[in-house]
């Protein structure tokens, strides 16, 4: 395998070469960008809460949501295999990490209705991602049009909640406009099992400037989240555990279009405040075991699209700091504040021949750098052919991708043993991968089939060890991952199909013997199969389906089936009277499957609701 990367990188550097002598030469042909848009799942309205971030990935053929109990209270977001740390979120230009641990990162307090721009992988994730080695989920910041809607729902188990959004617009001239626009949710419940209750609250301001060729965006959010779910980290559902967080977060992105491509510029801030408890029975406050932590991160971001005759050149760089400010029990590390940088560049070419095909040739760099640790410089390389017909578009795609990342300061500096152990020796983990893909567009289908050879080199996991049986330690991991994607959607006027399957398989090295099981690196599904649908029974009345089944890897630690069948399921109904009201009826769980996301935590029990909301 060593060979075959040095030969990746020496075609790279050659790639490059070539790439900037053509760029000398007219163009005959304009060039075209190629948006991969994510698939989001036919039913975003969960039964158990109002919409978040989570519910719109649920079902997601290319996302595995795993979460402790419902998806809105805790999510770990997993792609092709990696741990719950490997993905980003990126809002604009800035991607937005949690220091402390991955298990908070969609912890973002901004609105469900910003949409997912792209699902960006390989060398698209190691081009604007930034400090996550598998995928990078981008929500884009859409312009705002002004009016609002009111959400209400009530559900089993005394779950209820409220959501109220609207915009304003003020116009300073035909080209140039503000707006503002208030986002406020809020919900509870007492869960579907004992001790399962939640409370959920989350505020969000955008004001949004635009003229003809700029966009500015602030952004200013808080979410206060508290929900219990026994067994939620630690496995053993004899502890009644508790999380409470506290997210504050302000944002600003600047987007300017050029008469050559485009350029983005982000800044923000991150801060975080947890209590978790594994026993809520007792109360801790300020002592070791009390698990309160307070992180912040700072970040500022710049990312463009330039062509330059027959070169495009992509850019991103992201600069970030963080800090735990303050934590009773992560206090056994090396450092508690760090620096990142990280700067990539990807030049492409498009080659154009007869019978409409193009072929696109991309090689690059990202370089990774942090004070608290070495650096890197990987390479990136990839080559699509394309042709286009008139009723479509077929492709193949053949790329190489190398992406890095730093641990959480929760792997890095809990103490070595006791309920969460963790290890200060911990480093960079990198990422090398190989994708093919092949695909076609045809009419209103879309198919394509995707497969791929990883290397994860020092794969923070946490594990468990039969010897120690209360306490899970903060090890490294090497794996190889080979899987396969595939996926056929279609959409027309009165529905819409997604059928897509994923298989898996990993092998491991984790360098030691005292490693019984994995609660993380070892969790997943060999087969998943996904079917959503969208159907309009007629013009007021519409069904949503989500169905799911897996089977996954086995684990000594999961007291369920390793095989499982899930169905979600909506129902809306818009009043022939009146457009702007909508009444739903929701389900989740609806078979009820006891199956563990993660072994040892009680599964969620089935959910139903229904809700209310008036648009205008």
């Known amino acids: 395998m060593d060979t075959i990367i040095s030969s990746f990188r020496i075609l790279t550097i050659l790639l490059l070469t070539s790439l900037t002598c053509y760029a000398a030469e007219d ?53 092709r295999g990696g741990l719950f740390e ?53 929500y884009k910041l859409d312009q705002i049009s002004p009016g609002g809607k009111f959400s209400m729902g009530l559900g089993n188990d005394s779950m209820n909640f409220q959501s109220l959004e609207g915009a304003i617009e003020k116009r300073q001239s035909s080209e140039e406009n503000t707006t503002y626009k208030l986002d406020a949710a809020r919900s509870s419940g007492d869960g579907t099992i004992d001790d399962g209750d939640h409370q959920f609250k989350r505020f969000n301001l955008q004001i949004q400037h635009t003229s003809d060729q700029t966009q500015t965006d602030f952004i200013f959010g808080y979410q206060d989240k508290f929900y219990a779910w026994p067994g939620a980290y630690t496995g053993f559902a004899i502890y009644p555990e508790t999380d409470h967080t506290k997210t504050l977060l302000a944002l600003v992105n600047y987007k300017k279009e050029t008469s050559n491509g485009w350029w983005e510029m982000a800044g923000f801030y991150r801060r975080l405040r947890d209590d978790y408890d594994y026993d809520r029975k007792t109360k801790e406050s300020g002592l070791p075991g009390s698990f309160d932590h307070e992180t912040r991160v700072y970040g500022a971001s710049i990312q463009a699209r330039i062509n330059a005759r027959e070169v495009t050149w992509r850019f991103s760089n992201q600069l970030s700091a963080d800090e735990l400010v303050y934590s009773t029990d992560l206090t056994h590390g090396k450092f508690y504040s760090r620096s990142y940088l990280k700067t990539s560049i990807v030049p492409e070419r498009t080659f154009f021949y007869g019978d409409n095909l193009s072929m696109r040739i991309r090689g690059g760099a990202s370089f990774d750098w942090s004070n608290r640790d070495d650096s890197k410089i990987l390479p990136l390389l990839g080559i699509t052919l394309s042709k286009e017909h008139e009723t479509g578009r077929q492709f193949a795609s053949l790329e190489w991708s190398e992406s890095s990342q730093l641990p959480g300061y929760t792997a890095l ?109 070892l969790n997943f599904p060999k087969h998943r199969l996904v079917v959503s649908s969208k159907i309009k029974i007629n013009q007021n009345i519409e069904f949503r389906l989500d169905t799911e089944y897996r089977e996954q890897e086995r684990n000594t630690l999961r007291k369920s089936s390793s095989k499982a069948f899930f169905l979600s399921a909506g129902l809306q109904w818009k009043p022939v009277t009146n457009k702007n009201i909508v009444f739903g009826l929701n389900a989740d769980n609806v078979t009820d499957e006891t199956f563990e996301r993660f072994p040892g935590t009680p599964a969620l029990g089935r959910q139903l609701s229904t809700n209310f909301s008036y648009g205008w």
């Open 27 to 79: 163009t005959k042909n304009a060039l075209t960008e190629i948006i991969v848009t994510a698939i989001r799942v036919t039913n975003d309205d969960p039964a158990g809460t109002y919409t978040s971030l989570a519910s719109n990935l649920r079902y997601n053929p290319i996302v595995e949501i795993q979460s402790r109990g419902m998806p809105e209270a805790q999510s770990d977001v997993t792609v």
């Open 86 to 138: 490997n993905t980003g979120f990126k809002i604009g230009a800035a991607t937005i990490i949690d220091p402390q641990t991955g298990h908070y990162s969609i912890d973002l307090p901004i609105s469900s209705s910003a949409s997912i721009s792209n699902i960006a992988l390989g060398i698209d994730n190691a081009l604007y991602g930034f400090n996550a080695t598998m995928a990078t989920i981008h």
């Open 413 to 521: 500096n809990s103490r070595s043993n006791g309920l969460f152990g963790g290890n200060p020796n911990l480093g960079r983990e990198t990422s090398q991968q190989l994708t093919a893909s092949i695909g076609f567009n045809k009419y209103n289908w879309r198919y394509v089939l995707t497969g791929f050879y990883r290397e994860d080199d020092d794969t923070v996991d946490w594990t468990y060890y039969s010897g120690a049986p209360y306490s899970r330690q903060a090890n490294a991991v090497d794996l190889e991952v080979t899987g396969i994607e595939t996926s056929i959607t279609s959409q027309w006027k009165h529905g819409e199909l997604i059928l897509s399957y994923a298989h898996l398989n990993k092998n491991n090295d984790y360098r030691q013997p005292n490693v019984d099981a994995s609660y993380y690196a």
